[in-house]
Every structure is written in structure tokens, then in C-alpha cells.
């Protein structure tokens, strides 16, 4: 496979090392900015994840340049709203405690607070460690802008000065958003791994329409533990509780229910089988009988101790020395 290699120093390009939102875990962000365009009022930056897959073997990569990389990983760039970046970042500069609300600050200053609080020194070049450069250019970036707006209530001071205060039912809401858009049929099916999810609890086409009710809210559910992949915990139990998945859990109830009583009838069936299939007289072998192995007769054996042989010869009679006088 031939793939063109790109710079990291690209105009407009610059890698971030951020807290990832869900582990807090230093990971790696591309940050793409394109020329500002003034009849656009979309954000003209956009974040992306860096993810890198390794390869199960030794692997090579042959570039447009005609050159061999030896290091066979993948890295895949995958765009990501902001807004989760925020969360790190809004939790490190979060009053102790929780009962105290939090106040309305400058961009500026919150950002400037939580890199205070994330970031650390390097031990060396290689430290994979978040730095205060990294997260002070996040909170200049227009985007972030935008999702500090989306997710805060914002309050202008003055033309030039604007605060903002973290808020959990915009954070929710945004949530939300993305939950019931992801949990459209048309959308939640076009990925297999959800798709599997609904046939797996019985909720696949075949189920029929009068399950939809019950489909619609796994959908849901199946929604929110997609976006738990970049929520804390704190985060995803709030989103969960904001909804109702009483008929969904007592639909699972059911069908495990079915399994366990399906299971047990098989259990049942294998005991009557193994008991009607056992050795007659295995349990006179227990008593201390002999017979042939664990002490017991074959069933060969015992059938020939029942047969008549009253009127038969028997076997040892065709070996006797023959009368020469008869011969």
C-alpha cells in the first residue's frame, strides 16, 4: 500500500497533548485551522484524535516519495467536538465543593487556572505530559470558543469582556442532542456493532414493530454508552438518570429470565438421559459386586445371564477328546 506522508509542522496544523475526557490521561489532539473566512460564521478550527494502531506483525509503509518507513503503525484522525475537551478542564477549575456554586470568569482566567492545576513539568523531551502552552492555545481556538458558549451560561460585561459559568443542564442538553441523533433508526443501524446490540437483547428487525417502543429507548441507551467512551463516570450516571429505560429493563429481565428457564429444561434433559442410559447393575457395582470395570458386568454379559439355555449343549462339550469306539 502506498500513502503520502504528511509534516507535522504544516501551516495551520499543531499537535496538543490534552486530558483525555474520560481518563484524564494525556493523549494526543491535531488541531487544523483553515483561513479565516468573514462570510462564515462557523468555527474555522476543527480538533481531531489521534488514535495509533498497531500492527500484529512487522509492517512497512512505501510513501509517494518513493521512501520505505519502517514503523508499520496507523494513525487515525478523527474529528471530535470540543466540547468534550471542555470537561477536563471545566472539573479542574470546579469550586471542592459542590454545594458552592461556581462564578462567572474570563475565558482567559479559566483556562489559565486549569492549566495551573493539569499541567506538569516534563522530566524530558519524551515525557508524555500536558503542558501550560497546550492548554492555553485550546482555549484561543475559536471552536472552543463556540463549545465554552454551548456548554456555560455566558453573560457580556462589557463589548469586550465576557464570562462565562459552567452549567450542568447545558452540558446535558447538548448531550442530549447528540444522543437523540445518533439513536435515529436511519443512523443507530448503519453501525453494525449497534446493530448487533438490538438482535442480541431480541430487538432486531424480526421482533416486529410492536417492539419498536422498547427499540427506540435501547437506542437510546445504546446512544448514551457510545458517548460514554469520552464522559466521566460522573458525567454518563447524570445523562443515564435523565432518562426512563423502565421497559427496556423489564424486557431484559424477561428474556434473561427465558434463557435461565430454557437452560434449566436442558439441564433437566441431560440428567433423565444420563440416568436412562446408565449401566444396569452400576449400582450394584457400588455395593461392592465385581464385574468388569468399576466393578460392574457389561451389558452384553448381563443380557446372556438372562437368555434360556435350557437344552443347549454347552461350549465345553465340542472340546472333549472324541470316542475312538464311536469313531
Not at 490534552?18 to 476543527?46: D, Y
Not at 439513536?183 to 414493530?209: H, I, M, N, Q
Not at 459386586?289 to 437368555?307: D, F, Y
Amino acid at each position: 500500500m502506498s500513502v503520502t506522508s504528511t509534516s507535522s509542522d504544516a501551516p495551520g496544523q499543531r499537535f496538543l497533548r490534552l486530558p483525555h475526557p474520560r481518563t484524564n490521561v494525556p493523549s494526543l489532539f491535531l488541531v487544523s485551522e483553515q483561513p479565516e473566512a468573514s462570510s462564515s460564521k462557523t468555527a474555522s478550527s476543527t480538533i481531531l484524535e489521534v488514535q495509533s494502531i498497531s500492527p500484529d506483525a512487522s509492517r512497512s509503509w512505501f510513501t509517494d516519495e518513493d521512501r520505505v518507513l519502517g514503523d508499520g503503525k496507523l494513525l487515525v484522525f478523527t474529528p471530535v467536538d470540543p466540547l468534550f475537551l471542555l470537561l477536563p478542564i471545566m472539573s479542574a477549575v470546579a469550586p471542592p465543593n459542590k454545594a458552592t456554586a461556581a462564578q462567572f470568569r474570563p475565558l482567559e482566567d479559566i483556562f489559565e487556572d486549569a492549566a495551573n492545576k493539569i499541567s506538569k513539568t516534563p522530566a524530558d523531551e519524551d515525557s508524555e505530559c500536558v503542558s501550560t502552552e497546550d492548554i492555553l492555545f485550546l482555549g484561543r481556538l475559536d471552536c472552543v470558543v463556540e463549545a465554552m458558549k454551548r456548554m456555560c451560561e455566558v453573560k457580556d460585561i462589557t463589548e469586550d469582556i465576557t464570562v462565562y459559568r459552567f452549567s450542568q443542564p447545558n452540558l446535558l442538553s447538548e448531550l442530549q442532542t447528540k444522543v437523540a441523533r445518533l439513536s435515529d433508526a436511519a443512523s443507530y443501524v448503519s453501525f453494525r456493532s449497534l446493530a448487533r446490540g438490538l438482535a442480541k437483547d431480541g430487538l432486531g428487525p424480526e421482533a416486529g414493530e410492536e417492539k419498536e417502543d422498547i427499540r427506540k429507548v435501547a437506542r437510546t441507551k445504546g446512544a448514551c454508552e457510545t458517548l460514554s467512551q469520552y464522559l466521566t463516570s460522573e458525567v454518563y450516571e447524570a445523562l443515564l438518570a435523565s432518562y426512563d429505560f423502565t421497559i427496556l429493563d423489564t424486557h431484559l429481565e424477561a428474556l434473561t429470565a427465558a434463557d435461565e428457564a430454557a437452560n434449566a429444561v436442558i439441564k433437566s434433559g441431560k440428567e433423565i438421559s444420563a440416568d436412562s442410559g446408565a449401566k444396569p447393575g452400576a449400582k450394584e457395582a457400588k455395593g461392592g459386586k465385581k464385574g468388569g470395570k468399576n466393578g460392574s458386568a457389561s451389558r452384553g454379559v448381563q443380557q446372556l445371564a438372562k437368555a434360556n439355555v435350557q437344552g443347549m449343549a454347552k461350549l465345553s462339550s465340542f472340546f472333549t477328546k472324541k470316542d475312538k469306539a464311536a469313531a
